[in-house]
């Protein structure tokens, strides 16, 4: 018999969903929430020049079901990112991540994300200005290296040199970041994995919470990441095939209450977009996320059609629903058995 999983409160950072651009919205979140109670989840980055002079509640606010939330930070003044810290710990967050990962030329030119990592007293001043300005968990999420510099060293150097500053938590990406050469979608796909350099940092750092990130598609490719590091962060795999989600609380967490029923969840997205839609959001800034709920399922693609068609978006959401469903249930009844 195997022992029991810790507890969730234990392992804070256990499991996480990526925090991804265009995707991992207020909307997504709470879709992902219903599916886990507690994966760890992720906003998009938000950098500091937008919250210390854009629209705070668009950026912050979160529904409260989403806990436990962090925020992603993007930036790279010490002050700046220290005020923004004070916000996230007055929004209710539960954690505040700096990005040292992105290897975009937006980014790049804003002197922060992938490139960070080159400068790693900069990276620790910044981790020291935000720890002293708030007391929730401050993180921080980086490559392996930057272009072509491979050698373990220099994400040692980096960990042991922000670890000085107080951080106590690394998200590690395990592939290069190019700068140069590749779009963001290619520095996700392109660069090899190299996990054994995660794997490595724990070993040599072994009071940190050293977490993983990349390639990770599957509950057996997490469940045997957890048997060298404290975390897994599953990015993509997530977001396009989000049922992926609805057995972690039980593997990952020792949860044994019920998985949640598809179609339950289903509904009760519903809800939500006509209560965000009674707010001024159109219901498919919402549904987007959820398009991905019936993978692999007779009647799949024609319900994402519908879900999709932009000839709907003037009905509501549940007449939408209602169209929806009937496609599906119509296949599943049609499918030889």
């Not at 020291?128 to 929730?136: E, G, L, S, T, W």
């Not at 750092?205 to 490719?221: K, Q, Y």
């Not at 998985?259 to 919402?286: L, S, T």
Request: with cysteine.
């Amino acid at each position: 018999m195997t022992a029991a999983l810790p507890r969730p409160t234990q392992d804070p950072w256990r499991l996480s969903v990526a925090p991804m651009m265009d995707w991992t919205d207020r909307h997504c979140r709470y879709f992902h929430r219903l599916l886990s109670r507690h994966t760890r989840l992720y906003t998009e980055m938000v950098t500091t020049g937008a919250l210390l002079h854009g629209d705070v509640p668009r950026h912050l606010d979160f529904n409260e079901e989403e806990h436990p939330v962090a925020l992603q930070l993007g930036g790279s003044e010490p002050h700046d990112l220290a005020a923004c810290a004070r916000l996230a710990q007055q929004w209710g967050y539960d954690e505040v991540n700096l990005n040292c990962g992105c290897p975009s030329e937006r980014v790049q030119r804003g002197a922060f994300g992938a490139c960070l990592m080159s400068e790693p007293l900069l990276v620790a001043d910044c981790v020291k200005a935000m720890r002293d300005a708030v007391d929730i968990p401050v993180t921080v999420k980086h490559r392996i290296g930057i272009d072509k510099v491979e050698s373990y060293d220099f994400v040692r150097d980096f960990v042991g040199t922000v670890a000085q500053a107080g951080c106590e938590v690394f998200v590690v990406h395990a592939r290069n970041a190019w700068l140069k050469g590749l779009s963001p979608k290619e520095n996700r796909e392109v660069p090899p994995l190299r996990y054994e350099l995660v794997h490595r940092l724990k070993r040599e750092f072994p009071r940190l919470t050293i977490a993983i990130n990349g390639g990770l598609g599957d509950d057996d490719a997490i469940a045997a990441q957890l048997q060298h590091l404290d975390g897994a962060m599953i990015g993509r795999e997530a977001y396009h095939n989000p049922w992926v989600m609805a057995t972690w609380d039980a593997r990952f967490f020792g949860d044994e209450r019920a998985i949640p029923d598809r179609e339950a969840v289903e509904e009760e997205m519903v809800r939500y977009c006509e209560r965000e839609a009674a707010r001024g959001v159109p219901w498919p800034h919402v549904a987007r996320h959820m398009l991905g709920l019936r993978n692999g399922l007779p009647g799949a693609r024609r319900w994402r059609q519908v879900w999709s068609d932009h000839r709907l978006k003037g009905e509501p959401a549940s007449a939408v629903y209602r169209q929806a469903r009937s496609y599906s249930q119509a296949s599943s009844v049609n499918t030889p058995r």
